[in-house]
T-cell receptor, first 114, second 115 residues
């Protein structure tokens, strides 16, 4: 398997900025993904990084450093509805029948307070 | 919005029963996956498929089986349910090779309780 580490819990207040970190160790690398999962619901795709740098999508941005095995998800102008679990997932380089597999971290439970 | 469906959404069943969890997608995706997730824990891949008649076991040892007779349908079967099977089961699919192949679309999940 892959070694993916992210904090278990984080809290922040409405309107603030929060950064959720993710470190990984993989046998080859072919992309890192962030998913949002509200309690009792399915994960939904947020962002994808395959090259180093920052990808911005509205209030959410994701950064990747392949040499450091490190990524973060940045959430700006936090809203109550952002309270959810944020999952970091890595796609290692693979071929054949394993192509496309993702390995997920345990998720970071973010609570946004008013 | 992703077109991937799971039934039932909730199921409470007694030990020893045979059950089938249904998953269907209307996006024509070749790749489909079954994950198991306990509260506060990561998603564990239990089965996956890369196309019709192609299935593989995932990382988590599972007593379930799957089949892929049609592209859109990927059911998961437990021959004899046990309390240890109590969990959330999530089905996902992704597009074949190409720019969109990285994104997995998830169904709403089936919450299974075995008494």
């Amino acid at each position: 398997g892959q070694n993916i580490d992210q904090p278990t819990e984080m809290t922040a207040t409405e309107g603030a900025i929060v950064q959720i970190n993710c470190t990984y160790q993989t046998s080859g690398f072919n992309g890192l993904f962030w998913y949002q999962q509200h309690a009792g619901e399915a994960p939904t795709f947020l962002s994808y990084n395959v090259l180093d740098g920052l990808e911005e999508k509205g209030r959410f941005s994701s950064f990747l450093s392949r040499s450091k095995g490190y990524s973060y998800l940045l959430l700006k102008e936090l809203q109550m509805k952002d309270s959810a679990s944020y999952l970091c997932a890595v796609r290692p380089r693979s071929r054949g029948s394993t192509l496309g597999r993702l390995y997920f971290g345990r998720g970071t439970q973010l609570t946004v307070w008013p | 919005e992703a077109d991937i469906y799971q039934t039932p959404r909730y199921l409470v069943i007694g030990t020893g029963k045979k059950i089938t969890l249904e998953c269907s997608q209307t996006m024509g995706h070749d790749k489909m996956y079954w994950y198991q997730q306990d509260p506060g824990m990561e998603l564990h891949l239990i089965h996956y498929s890369y196309g019709v008649n192609s299935t593989e076991k995932g990382d988590l040892s599972s007593e379930s089986t799957v089949s892929r007779i049609r592209t859109e349908h990927f059911p998961l079967t437990l021959e004899s349910a046990r309390p240890s099977h109590t969990s959330q089961y999530l089905c996902a699919s992704s597009a074949p090779t190409g720019p969109s192949s990285y994104e997995q679309y998830f169904g709403p999940g089936t919450r299974l309780t075995v008494t």
